[in-house]
């Protein structure tokens, strides 16, 4: 790695500008080859989910069961059909759900069925809820789900750029500092990592919200919500705090403890002996002889806590009652919402998909043996 | 064996990991009290148990030993029973003509507690034929007063619940019953006037058989080790059962998916070529794969049971990320040279994974596997707090659900989320931290750093 990387960082000017327009292309290809090869996983992904999901025929159960039912009460309140014996009603109810059922498809095969439902996944065709619907009042599962990413995405991604820049900060810091006391404590902190963001985020509500009043006891916004831009910012700042802390604190020490070994283990090489000899500040050891071969280790252990995390992330929302994705999908859970539950999977497999792709995009621009040489990265 | 001692002694010089060890083994060994005392059926029973089992129970009562430091000293509850006998009852049976009988029940309890106790219930169970016995009940205070509670024709099975009593309530000037007949009249606001009370059960049957058995209970304001939930269950069995389920969730678990996923990645290494690519795009694939959502999936769909869940655990953790890792040791150990010597003398495959490879990659797992515990400890709490806990068995998760669900952080009721949340953090961290001496036991790189 790192005799890739110092004719990069050394390297003249001129070379890099001859250097630009190829490796612009090789970046290109790299991204689209990613893209494509995650596009197929996220397919074989849904349609695994979707396998998982149909086990032993339940969702066709829950279907067959609402056509008979519907079928059933629309036969018994049609006047023009009260006349009927009951015999002659039982068959026009059978005949009438076996032709909703061949309408829908449910006569078929479930290979065929089920590459059926693959296409509307991937498409996002969702289906209806059964008994959630969204603030808009629609009860297309699509529109659910969406209303619901925005308050995710910002939980998410505030939380995670403090992790990672807090970390990264603090694991240099600590890289400098070896040996001192705060760099044992963190080492001997690392095992509090072992549990999950809303274990903390209970200890935080029972403390801050329940006991000192500092903080509110969840959601995303005062009720009602205050009037000028500023309030209103002020308000969603208040109720992110210690949603925000919970993931640090359950994050931190593990990141930092892993980091931290890198940067110790990378500032022994040769090239830092020399740099230091030659009389450079530590500032910029840091950064271009330091930092910058550590990055795509770094990024690659970011990105798998990250993976892991995301499960994390529906029982903190449900914790601190946040309106996203993890919250809906828990009270679709509560009331059985089969549509809702899938259709929450199939999202939470693009959002994983999505993680992945961006941080393999960073990847690509920080591992200059993605732009010079041919070799993929190995993560 | 050798080899083992001297992982003993590196251990010895990690305090925390220690202090780890000792916990595991306090939680096995509670673990293990827990099965034999409680037995499975057993715990299952009681958990789902209602007034039956926990009728004598309070409700929402934190634990006794919150008494210890506080000043103002909270009552635990005081149950008397008609067939206790005397000194704590007695009973008196004076015939009034030839069918008519008037018992007269006496309940002697001392109360020496600073507040007031939170419920005053009294059970009777009465046998006869078509006239259930009259019942009256009189309170006598420490200074001698005599307070008439109320009167009710009993049934076979009666209850009589002091605070509705509405006759009882207006007499009491609409102070609740449980704070009027334990204050000092002499006082402006009510305090708990200590001393020996009575109750007085007076019931006249009307039939030669008839007869009656009645229970007093007087509700504490603390319970027990653990204290008691909403629904009166004492926590200390949840508490308990959660020990063994949470250990077994977690070791088998994490026994399971380390040694399937190192014995799949070395696969995958020594073969190479096709097979390794597939283990490899499964792998990446895996990782796509929304884990939580899948296992809500087949808890809604098809079991809540904790055990099928675990399998489903499993088998999606086989491909996890952590092949990467042991491929990437494999690949190094495929070259070393007495695996050369090996394939020159001829010996199969199967044998030089078995017996060469795998072994070679145990101080790798070890390690891996103890810290992997706490990952699927906290993953039952998870699904529990999701509402996907085991239906029928009590964990630590299920109880921090019950809790959160009926607003123990709101009003207060601390001790309910604390406990399992503790002992949850006690198994997480202790794994976590043998887990973490054993990683630099086992690679010593990491030491010098």
Partial sequence: MAEATLPQAAGAETSQKKKGAGSLAKLARYTVTKLLTLFIAVVIGIYLTILIANMGGYVDEILRGQIRESISISVSMDPSLKYLTLEERNTLINERVATEERRLGLDQPFMLRSLRFLTHAITLDLGRAQHLASDSGSKMVKNIILERLPPTLLLMGFSNLFLFFISLYFALYLSRNYGTFLDKAVIAMSPFSSAPAWFYGIFLLLIFSSVLGWFPFGGMVSAPPPETFGALLLSYAHHLVLPVIAWLVSGIFAGVYSWRTFFLIFSMEDYVELARAKGLSARDIERRYVLRPTLPNIITSFALMLISLWQGATILETVFNWPGLGRTLYRAIGLYDSPVIIGSAIIYAYLLAGTVFLLDFIYALVDPRVRVGSGGPKA | MNAFKRTFKDIAQYPSAIGGVIIILALVALAVYTVVAVPYDEAIRLWRGGEEVWGDYPRLAPPAWFNFFSRTKQPTTIVRNSTDGAPFVTKEVKPIDETMTDVIFTYTFDYEADAFPSELIVFMTATFKEKGPFVSLFWITPDGREIRLGEVTAKHSETYRFNQDERLLRRLKGVAPEVALFSDPNQETPTVLKGTYQLRIDAITFENDSDLEAKFVSYGTVHGLAGTDHRRRDLTIALLWGTPVALSFGLVAALVTTVTTMFIAAVGTWFGGIVDDIIQRLTEINMLLPFLPILIMVGTFQSRSIWVLLLWVILLSIFGSSIKGYRATFLQIKEAPYIEAARSY????????????????????????????????????????????????????????????????????????????????????????????????????????
């Fill in chain 2, 346 to 449: 001829g010996a199969s495959n199967w044998r030089i994974i078995v017996s060469y490879l795998i072994p070679r990659i145990i101080p790798v797992l070890i390690p891996g596997l103890v810290s992997g515990i706490p990952a699927y400890v906290f993953l039952e709490a998870s699904l529990a707090l999701l509402g996907l806990g085991d239906p029928v068995l009590p964990t630590w998760g299920k109880l921090i659900n019950d809790a959160y669900a009926n607003g123990a952080l709101y009003n207060g009721q601390y001790y309910w989320i604390l406990e399992p949340a503790l002992l949850l953090m006690l198994a997480g961290l202790a794994f976590a931290m043998v887990g973490f001496a054993l990683d630099r036991i086992f690679n010593p790189r990491l030491r010098e750093v």
